[in-house]
């Protein structure tokens, strides 16, 4: 090897070309890049089965497939619940007491009691007639069918909603046979499909000791029975269509699309011979890639729909195939696009890549040559992480290891120097550490005698640092502390682990306290354990503080309960009173039915009281006011507080005591909550005074209220008295002096009668009883008066939308409002409520109010619902109602748009007071 070949650096200026690194790399990247974007371009152009595209297709198609299933299944699930609700309601129809009766008398039945021998007479019978017929196109308005028919059992139509089907021969004497053939009201139902009726329902009419008398009809025409099918069609895509077939293959539902001729056929006006409506119509069900009527490919979901013993339907949901895999098409097109937009920028990165590859092992060769040379200062450039980096790296180590063993025995030299100058001042830096904390520190030898003791540590033990010093715990602490303080000394120094324990010490000053005590071995240079090292934290504050909040997230917790039981509670009671009501209305006030459902109704009543005391607990928003008698309050609140006790009550309440405008569910709860005090300071039974008085509060009597008229409650108890500190802290929150008692009656009485504007105080002497005086804001006016029990019809009150989840509610208000002479329809949430107001106001015929639940399902709540109203019509009477009494909307019902509130749970005669007072535009926020 020549002298030129060894000197670094020189060999490269024989090199070519193509011999470099940097020309290599950048050509052989090149390279492959071209060639794999060239094999891209070609498997998809001839379509070969690589790229990820048959995955791609694979995923799309079980995407597709499993989305149309599910949607058929909700299709199939939404179709059989809306006939389910079609056929309860002909069940509650055909059981209707007007319905039964009409029957009888046109199927020549006895009018009245089995002993009556009177027969009906012609006029009879067409008054019946005409009655019957009304009642029918009533509810055939309400549950949106086709037509109502009321057939004997001979076959004949005795009244129907279509004139022409009066007195001719119904057509399906089948229907009208499996119907009654049970014998019993409502034990059958029939379907059948006649001409363009695609649906009957039957159900039996039942006379007197349930013998069938008659047949009552539902039919349902073609357009209705795609309305369930609504919500399905709208998840679809532009070429998404449901179909719907009977078992002749006969379209119910009508076309999206026309047929091969052009032609778009109406309802039972054509067959469909595609593979999955035939599949379906033959009761199948599954899931196919096929041809529909258009002779188009789609990806279809069939199933089958039991609609009644002898009929069945069958369902398509279907999407085009093009529209489900065109989104992978246009994926492939893309990639393949960007592949081509990729391969000049790509070509330039290569090469800039290859340059800075190739750049560090010039500079590194540039810093061998001066190291060799005798430049130990200089220093490879290190770039990333890579091989060439690792080079340079391990390079400069090299470099700089003597250098850096020199500075390694000077800064070991400075270390030792620091270190002892350090220890000289750990001593001193010690002490000021443990002096300065607040926690106790101590140091014991195994004998138990104090060995280093802080200030702190004085200070519990209640003496001084130096007479600390050589005694043990039995020199400060009672026997039995002592001796437990030592066995946990000891068990640390035998285990030789630290330890924390919590430790009730007594201080010098006779005060109990938590203390969390940390404990450990503590050991001499040869590891042998000498004593124990203890620190000692104060903890008594923050126990009690968690305890507090503890206490307090579970009381959070029971009102949360509370208040949601209530609003279901209130919601059942709103149907149980108006199904009470609707059921009274029906009976002759003679009758000895009426006096049963009147004293249910009443107790009703005093199950509202018990949810209205649950919402009292739970809620913490603003009273919802109402102008109320205070008299009948207090004595109904003081009966129910003393049900059952061995306390008697002495009630005396003028007759004109006025008025006050309160939340009559909160005040009940202070009069509760202050008559049970009394009833638990008289163990042994004994007598509450509870007396009212009107008064006039001037600044004269230092009262922390406004000067006005006040109605003053007094109760009084003859127990043993408060002393002066309870009488001060009574009404602070958790302030209790009972061994169970939670602190919170008093401060929530207090809470509340502080929203009203008034005033709470408490008076009482040791051995002479305890006086509880509330003042509430009062008005000589009287309370509004209550409607009459039993308002009657007046065709002319108006329409009302009734909205409302819960059916029992909906059903039975809807009911009694109807009896009233009201026009009602309802909805069963937020988004149909808006439709149905729509619609009324473009058909000429809106609304005059409506009733909204706050608490609806789905997405469009109550507030949101009456909000879209007020922008549809700024004139629209919306009344809220709500079992949630505690929301602000019941308080503040003006300032989010309506116009009145009725409180779950309502009876009839509060909800049609309040509904005639706004219809007639009255102010409601007094009543």
């Excluded at 089948?174 to 029939?190: D, L, Q, Y």
């Excluded at 790509?346 to 340059?355: E, Q, S, T």
């Excluded at 009102?559 to 149907?575: E, K, R």
């Excluded at 029992?808 to 149905?836: C, F, P, Q």
Aim: charged share 25%.
């Amino acid at each position: 090897m020549t002298e030129r070949d060894r000197r670094p650096g020189l060999s490269g200026q024989s090199m070519t070309v193509f011999s470099s690194i940097r020309t290599r790399l950048a050509f052989y990247f090149s390279l492959t890049g071209i060639a794999v974007l060239t094999a891209a371009v070609l498997v998809h152009a001839l379509g070969l089965p690589f790229l990820g595209y048959d995955g791609m297709r694979g995923n799309r198609r079980q995407l597709a497939l499993q989305h149309l299933a599910d949607i058929a299944d909700l299709g199939k699930t939404d179709v059989l619940r809306w006939l389910e609700e079609r056929s309860g309601h002909l069940g509650v129809m055909a059981d209707h007491r007007r319905v039964v009766e009409d029957a009888q008398i046109l199927c020549n039945a006895p009018p009245g009691s089995p002993g009556n021998p009177e027969t009906t007479t012609e006029e009879r019978r067409q008054e019946a007639r005409r009655v019957l017929t009304e009642f029918l196109e009533q509810e055939r308005v309400l549950y949106r069918v086709d037509r109502l028919a009321v057939v004997d059992l001979k076959g004949r139509v005795v009244a129907s909603t279509a004139a022409h089907d009066l007195l001719s021969a119904w057509p399906d004497l089948t229907g009208i046979r499996a119907a009654v053939s049970a014998g019993g009201p409502g034990a059958h139902a029939s379907v059948s499909a006649l001409d363009k009726t695609a649906l009957h329902l039957y159900r039996t009419v039942a006379g007197d000791e349930g013998k069938p008398i008659a047949a009552l009809v539902v039919g349902i025409s073609p357009p209705d029975l795609f309305e369930p099918l609504r919500r399905v069609t709208d998840r679809l895509g532009a070429s998404g269509e449901v179909v719907l077939v009977n078992r002749d293959r006969q379209i119910l539902s009508p076309l999206k699309f026309p047929l091969e001729d052009g032609t778009r056929p109406g309802p039972l006006e054509c067959r469909i011979e595609a593979v999955p409506a035939a599949s379906a119509a033959q009761g199948l069900e599954g899931i196919v890639e096929s041809l529909d009527y258009r002779g188009e490919p789609v990806v279809a979901a069939y199933r089958y729909i039991p609609v009644g013993a002898d009929i069945g339907w069958g369902m398509v949901v279907k999407r085009d195939s093009k529209e489900v895999f065109a989104p992978v098409r246009r994926e492939i097109a893309e990639a393949l696009a960007l592949g081509l937009l990729a391969v000049i920028p790509m070509i330039a990165l290569v090469l800039g890549v290859a340059r800075r590859l190739t750049r560090p092992l010039a500079e590194l060769s540039q810093a061998a040559r001066q190291v060799s040379e005798g430049d130990l200062s200089v220093r490879a450039p290190v770039g990333p992480a890579d091989e060439v980096g690792m080079l340079a790296s391990t390079f400069n180590s090299m470099v700089e290891r003597v250098q850096l063993r020199r500075r390694e025995l000077e800064q070991q030299v400075a270390d030792r120097t620091r270190a002892e100058r350090a220890l000289a001042e750990s001593h001193g830096t010690l002490r000021a550490i443990i002096e300065g904390t607040t926690d106790v520190v101590f140091l014991k030898d195994v004998q138990g005698r104090y060995m280093i003791a802080n200030s702190a540590c004085a200070r519990l033990l209640g003496s001084s640092q130096e007479e600390i010093l050589g005694r043990s715990d039995r020199d400060f602490f009672p026997p039995d502390t002592a001796q437990r303080l030592a066995a946990a000394d000891r068990r640390v120094m035998a285990l030789g682990e630290p330890e924390i324990v919590e430790e009730a010490i007594e201080t010098s000053d006779s005060v109990t306290g938590t203390y969390s005590v940390l404990k450990a071995p503590f050991r001499d240079e040869s590891g042998a354990i000498i004593g124990v090292l203890g620190i000692a934290r104060d903890v008594t504050e923050q126990r009690r503080l968690e305890e507090e909040v503890a206490r307090a997230r579970h009381l959070e917790a029971l009102g949360t309960l509370a208040g949601g039981i209530a609003h279901d509670f209130n919601n059942y009671l709103t149907g149980l009173r108006g199904a009470i009501a609707l059921a009274r209305s029906k009976v002759d006030p003679q009758d000895e039915a009426h006096e049963v459902l009147s004293n249910a109704e009443k107790e009703s009543l005093r199950a509202s009281g018990l949810a209205e005391q649950l919402l009292t607990f739970a809620r913490g928003g603003a009273p919802v006011r109402k102008m109320a008698s205070l008299g009948e309050i207090i004595r109904d609140t003081v009966t129910f507080a003393l049900s059952g006790s061995n306390v008697k009550a002495e009630i005396a309440i003028p007759s004109d005591l006025w008025s006050a405008q309160v939340d009559e569910g909160q005040i009940s709860q202070v009069i509760s909550n202050v008559v049970r005090n009394a009833d638990e300071a008289m163990p042994e039974g004994g007598v509450v005074t509870v007396s009212a008085e009107n008064v006039i509060v001037t600044a004269a009597d230092a009262l922390p209220v406004q000067s006005g008229s006040y109605a003053k409650l007094s109760i009084r108890d003859h127990g043993p008295g408060m002393p002066a500190e309870t009488q001060r802290r009574a009404f602070d929150p958790y302030f209790t002096t009972k061994q169970n008692g939670s602190g919170l009656g008093l401060a929530v009485a207090g809470s509340i009668v502080s929203k009203h504007g008034g005033h709470i105080a408490v008076k009482s002497q040791m051995g002479a009883g305890t006086t509880v005086s509330v003042y509430l804001p009062s008005s000589s006016e009287g309370a509004p008066a209550q409607v009459a029990e039993k308002m009657r019809p007046d065709a002319a009150r108006g329409r009302v939308l009734f909205v409302d989840d819960e059916a029992m509610i909906t059903l039975t208000h809807s009911a009694i409002l109807g009896n009233m002479g009201y026009k009602v329809d309802w909805a069963r949430d937020g988004r149909e409520a808006v439709a149905r107001y729509r619609d009324a106001k473009d058909s000429g015929e809106p609304f005059d109010a409506v009733i909204m639940d706050l608490t609806l399902p789905g997405g469009l709540g109550g507030r949101e619902a009456t909000r879209q109203l007020l922008d549809m019509d700024r004139e629209a009477r919306v009344i809220a109602s709500s079992g949630h009494s505690n929301d602000p909307v019941m308080a503040n019902f003006a300032e989010h748009g309506f116009k009145a509130v009725v409180p779950k749970p309502y009876s009839t005669e509060e909800l049609t007071s309040t509904l005639e007072a706004v219809m007639h535009d009255e102010d409601t926020r007094d009543r």
